[in-house]
């Protein structure tokens, strides 16, 4: 576990992401595969099973919109409560993103992810749906991954 990025071992010092690193097939040395299977492990739990998140399949759906607003020409963040609205989130359902750490409000004005390691997996996410069910070509996809971003310094890559 020497190779695994401080940021990431920093999330398994809070209960709930050491139980979903647990979760995890084993692996002989940390991987980025085995960073985004932490990721996808616990997005679904904290989006599907945890606290209310059964009574709100949305949310899921809704946090996919709001990662994908990065891969527009001018993206925001942190992002303002107008943004996250346009994306289809409440209040309610922000304050249910925000109990399980997936986001965050520094601010009364200013939403965050509540990782941003997290936020890139969101983002790599959003463009694989894209991808797959169609609604981009795979030459918009890696134009998408290989623009640079104002939101960024470098390219998603």
């Not at 010092?13 to 985004?36: C, G, K, N, Q």
């Not at 925000?98 to 004005?109: C, I, Q």
């Amino acid at each position: 576990m020497e190779t695994m990025p401080d940021d990431v071992f920093e999330l398994l010092l809070t209960p709930i992401h050491a139980t979903m690193f647990a979760r995890l097939p084993p692996h002989a040395d940390w991987t980025s595969v085995s960073e985004y299977e932490l990721f996808e492990t616990y997005c679904k739990y904290a989006t599907g099973q945890a606290r209310a998140q059964p009574d709100h399949p949305g949310d899921a759906e809704r946090l996919a919109a709001l990662a994908g607003t990065f891969l527009a020409s001018a993206p925001r963040y942190p992002w303002r409560p107008p943004d996250v609205a346009t994306a289809g989130f409440d209040d309610g359902a922000l304050l249910r993103l925000e109990a399980v750490s997936l986001l965050s409000r520094p601010a009364v004005d200013e939403i965050r992810f509540g990782f941003d390691r997290m936020l890139n997996w969101a983002v790599a996410e959003h463009l694989v749906a894209k991808a797959v069910d169609g609604r981009w070509t795979a030459e918009q996809t890696t134009a998408a991954i290989a623009a640079p971003h104002p939101a960024h310094t470098e390219t998603f890559v």
